[in-house]
């Protein structure tokens, strides 16, 4: 038996020797594999789906939260959105070995940039075992080998879709180490595998807060992260009011469990008694508690008091906080104290108003009239996405193809010497 330290080391010197493979794969290699694999998620359904119950069991016996367990399922649904993300990674352009516009020096010297992968990607995610197809593909098509550690809860599913990879690789003539899953649940596998900065590039974590803090505070190799999904909508006193409540409506109830669902609704005083009362009893209605302020409550008289905590916090689940505020420039100022830098949206048909909110609300993704449950890769038209981050360098909003290559200068001459 070997030491987790000497089997993640192991995997680490194997995928720094796929990522070198990969430098010279061509973009139809990558495709055929990312299509094999497509065709792998379809034909092995029924299997997949047996896997996943096992891990649902499981996680009932532990009481795990009900957002959890919705972020465990791999429903037919989503196995068709897997299979979908893959063919549509497949059709989007290469990103590997573009050239940025070059210039031309006095001298006649070319210099521009090319595009090229970061090179081994480790990512750690809990819950979601779809992130397993995605980080697969989108590691793949964007040059870079992966190791891929997802959470205890979701082992019997990643592992199964491990092997649909796997196969799709070799299908394409790919090297089997080019995607590698931990097959442990040991929590010491996570510690070697961000500390190991002769083998891994970045990691990307995907998980809650705790989760990434943590690995923040012990990691030693770069991440690419977001801590949390504390996303607003602010309705403005310009709004069509039945727009506004259908985006707040759909931002919230689309999904309670995924990082772009609103957590907080700002309303401008204009419009709050014309829409709070009508919009208060359709999310109490459709099961969600509210917590307002105190112009909220006396709209709302369902709603419960809202503590300064509520303000700052990701629910992932039926609970919502509401506040009237008394100008757009309040809510930009709410959204900058509480906000976490995810996606935050303004609802209104005044230009102005739009383009000031857009231009001074640091988010990774700010919205004009449309809801914050957008914040995913796929609707971005970007195939699939690794994550959302929050960060300001190297990457920020949903990472994509081009979110996982670097820059690198390519300089061209005639001859030219320094003088």
């Not at 992932?316 to 900058?336: F, Q, T």
């Amino acid at each position: 038996m070997i030491s987790i330290k000497e089997h993640m080391h192991t995997m680490g010197r194997q995928a720094r020797e796929a990522s070198r493979t990969l430098l010279k794969t061509s973009s139809q290699q990558k495709n055929d594999a990312l299509l094999a694999m497509a065709d792998g998620l379809e034909d092995s359904r029924l299997a997949l789906k047996a896997a996943n119950e096992i891990d649902l069991e499981a996680g009932k016996a532990k009481s795990l939260p009900a957002p959890l367990l919705d972020r465990l399922t791999l429903s037919d649904k989503t196995i068709d959105t897997m299979s979908a993300g893959l063919r549509q990674i497949a059709e989007l352009p290469d990103p590997v070995g573009s050239l940025t516009a070059s210039t031309i020096r006095p001298n006649g010297m070319r210099v521009g940039q090319m595009r090229v992968p970061i090179g081994v990607i480790g990512i750690i995610y809990e819950s979601r075992p779809n992130v397993t197809i995605d980080a697969a593909a989108l590691c793949l098509k964007s040059g870079n080998a992966s190791i891929l550690r997802g959470g205890s809860e979701a082992l019997n599913s990643n592992l199964a879709l491990s092997l649909i990879v796997r196969r799709g690789l070799q299908k394409a003539g790919l090297p089997s180490h080019t995607v590698q899953i931990v097959e442990t649940a040991d929590r010491d596998a996570v510690g070697e595998l961000i500390t190991m900065t002769e083998h891994i590039d970045v990691i990307i974590p995907r998980g809650g807060k705790s989760l990434i803090s943590r690995l923040a505070e012990q990691a030693r190799v770069p991440m690419i992260k977001h801590l949390d999904g504390n996303c607003h909508v602010y309705v403005d006193q310009h709004a069509d009011l039945i727009q506004a409540g259908d985006i707040a409506f759909n931002a919230k109830t689309y999904r309670y469990g995924v990082c772009g669902s609103m957590e907080t609704l700002l309303v401008h005083e204009a419009v709050a008694v014309a829409l709070l009362p009508v919009l208060g009893k359709r999310f109490t209605d459709h099961g969600v508690t509210i917590r307002g302020c105190d112009r909220t409550r006396q709209l709302i008289t369902q709603a419960e008091v809202a503590t300064t905590e509520d303000w700052g916090t990701e629910y992932l689940g039926p609970i919502l906080a509401v506040k009237v505020v008394d100008s757009l420039g309040a809510a930009i100022s709410h959204i900058a104290t509480y906000g976490s830098g995810h996606t935050d949206s303004i609802v209104t048909k005044n230009i102005s108003a739009a383009e000031q909110f857009q231009r001074e609300v640091d988010s990774s993704s700010v919205y004009v009239n449309l809801p914050t449950c957008f914040a995913d890769g796929f609707e971005y038209g970007l195939g699939a996405e690794i994550g959302i981050s929050t960060n300001r360098l190297h990457a920020r909003g949903p990472v994509g193809l081009e979110g996982l290559t670097t820059l690198k200068w390519v300089l061209e001459g005639h001859g030219q010497l320094r003088l």
